[in-house]
């Protein structure tokens, strides 16, 4: 008897899937994975495109599925903005939703159109994850906080659904000079789409099937992790830790209590020599700001050094898990040209634009980029005082090297994230002793070996597989889309 009502509720809920499908017809998918092009991200989102377009073909569910580094490779589609005005164009007239995800994610896609299915597509619509800062916050703009009315913003890794009603209006609004945003710094990029989602007059509908932990319920989940082979010796990577006679006494007792014992191999850049704390000097000046050409005679210094696979330029007061360190590096290849922080943009939208890794939360590069940045006339700082962290962007982008993001670096302290941004992920990274006991965030934040903040279930991303099958030709199989006849999918 109970086989017979298992198979039978089995049965309903197929059944529910394909109504779902079916009153989702004519109103398809439109999924956009907003992927890096390091190698472990890349195969990460080729599998999550083949996952994706397979769920689809599964359920009978029209889609479309593009992954936004091969779609937009000039565009700097982490911002959301420069593919708007793309997908609206494309899709407008067939299409009721889009949704953006990270390469770092499992989609649930019966469980996703349960929930479109409450929505009207043609309302402006904005669905996600909602987080809200607590207090005003550097990373913010120093924006005010209401504690009665919090804004609430996306938490991007859980991904998020955009009606294409809604992706028109801001379309409109990007190209619109008048509404266009102005500032010329991308710091949080999920932060500021949200707020240019609501001058648009849009809020952000928080959903709890938007995940960070594998739950009942869960339509799209962040996943934390590559499976990622190798082992990165502690003694592999040379942290290389920026201070200056000013702080030595006020700073760097604190990274000897911390982290500095289990950085095995390390050295202090400073302009005095100090005996208590051994400091190493490079025969540049310090200066009060930018600090470019102590970061460049830091490269140039650490490429002599013997058996270097990894650089880790760190701040005197930024704190630092070696071991997490450590296990994140196994997803990458010291023989290939690597940097991996946190990114921020300058004019990222721009032809002009470029990418970079904020100093602050740390600045890690392969050996074989360390190579490249310290040869003769490839990166010379223009001044000394040049802040570092983006004139290296800049060398960077001239290099065609991209600069690899994780989540798990922090150029702020704690306090300035709102702790559900900082669930689920694996710390490597915080940043200014101010107004803080730093000694006490390490012990909390930091000081594991392995395990995420607040551990959870976390679905395992599988980055073994490799892809044989062409990604645009499952899409036109699923879509009924003819790229030599319908212009309106297929171009810019």
Known sequence: ??????????HLLWLAVLFIASALTNASLVFVIVNQVAPPHYQAALNLALQLTSQAKQHNMPCKVYIASDEWPNLSAWTYFPILESLSSRHGRNSSWVVLVGEQTVVKLPTLLDVLHGHDPTQLMFLGRGVSDLEETIIHHYASVDPEHPFQYVDARAGMVLSITLVGRLARRWSDPATHPHSEFTIDAAYEFSTFVQSAGVKLTNHSAFCISNQQGCAIVFSRLFQCKGEVRTEDIHFAVKSCSKFHSERLPVIQDTWLGDATNHA???DIQDTRFGTVLLGVTNTERGHCGKTLAIIRHAAQLPHLHWLAVVDDD??????????????YDYN???????RYGFAA????GYDYLTGGAGMVFSKTLVDRL???????CPSNETPDDMYLGICLRRLTIPATHSSAFHQAKPTDYPAAVLEGEALVSFHKYWQIDPRQVYQQYLHSTGQVHKPSDQPKLDNTLHISENIHAVNDHLTGDDPSTNNDHDEL
């Open 349 to 352: 939208t721009t032809p002009q």
């Open 318 to 331: 930024t704190l630092i898990s070696v071991n997490r360190l450590r296990e994140l590096l196994t997803c």
């Open 336 to 342: 290939e040209p690597v940097a991996v922080g946190e």
């Open 374 to 380: 310290a040869s003769s006339g490839v990166c010379e």
């Open 268 to 270: 202090i850049y400073s």
């Open 1 to 10: 008897m109970g086989s017979v009502i298992k198979t039978l509720l089995v």
